[in-house]
């Protein structure tokens, strides 16, 4: 099955600076790729996702790259602020219906 | 307003009882899904479902059962074989095949004592 690693597992940024969050995966055959937001007592939110038919997708401040040779994708913010402090997960989908989630990463933007 | 609705958002059970945990979706999505999270472990799959009448076990089945006996609604059962049940549950959907955007419900926390 696939197997997803995330790091860091923290991440203190100061606002305004940027933070990166990295992620690798095992299966070859994994062709989507989510990141998910979640805030301190709620479910998850899809906030940017990339198909491997692309290397790069930016939404606003949120931009996401990939690297199919490597296997490995990556979650860029920029101008960080103080509410993009939560835990951000990345995905990957295996090839099949369900996902694999990394462990997470705590991102604290401190004003 | 469509969305995932999970309740209660905190369940209380002494241990040896089963439990079961309420999911709803009125976002017409064929798939749903059982997630557990701990801390420092993500999110693992539970069991998941991609059409009514159907599910399959997650990477930690053991100790829950589901069912999927409309599209809306799979609630799930943590049963007293569950040996560690004390956790963040999270319910998900998609719209199904070859559709992988996973939407999630608010979680329920359950603690077992």
């Known amino acids: 099955g696939e197997n997803v690693e995330q790091h860091p597992s923290t991440l203190s940024v100061q606002e305004g600076d940027s933070a990166v969050i990295k992620c690798t995966y095992s299966?070859?055959?994994?062709?989507?790729f989510p990141w998910y937001k979640q805030e301190l007592g709620k479910g998850p939110q899809l906030i940017i996702d990339?198909?491997?038919?692309?290397g790069e997708k930016k939404d606003q401040r949120i931009a996401v790259t990939l690297n199919k040779t490597a296997k490995h994708f990556s979650l860029h913010i920029t101008e960080t602020q103080p509410e993009d402090s939560a835990v951000y997960f990345c995905a990957a989908n295996g090839g099949y219906q369900k996902v694999t989630f990394g462990i997470g990463t705590k991102l604290q933007v401190i004003p | 307003d469509g969305g995932i609705t999970q309740s209660p958002k905190y369940l209380f059970r002494k241990e040896g009882q089963n439990v079961t945990l309420s999911c709803e979706q009125n976002?017409?999505?064929?798939?749903m899904y059982w997630y557990r999270q701990d801390p420092g472990q993500g999110l693992r799959l539970i069991y998941y479902s991609q059409i009514v009448n159907d599910f399959q076990k997650g990477d930690i089945a053991e100790g829950y059962s589901v069912s999927r006996e409309k599209k809306e609604s799979f609630p799930l059962t943590v049963t007293s074989a569950q040996k560690n049940p004390t956790a963040f549950y999270l319910c998900?959907?998609?719209?199904?095949?070859?559709?992988?955007?996973?939407?999630f419900g608010p979680g329920t926390r359950l603690t077992v004592t």
């Open positions: 990339i198909r491997s038919n692309v």
């Open positions: 299966d070859s055959a994994s062709n989507y």
């Open positions: 976002l017409n999505h064929d798939a």
């Open positions: 998900a959907s998609s719209m199904g095949l070859s559709s992988y955007e996973q939407y």
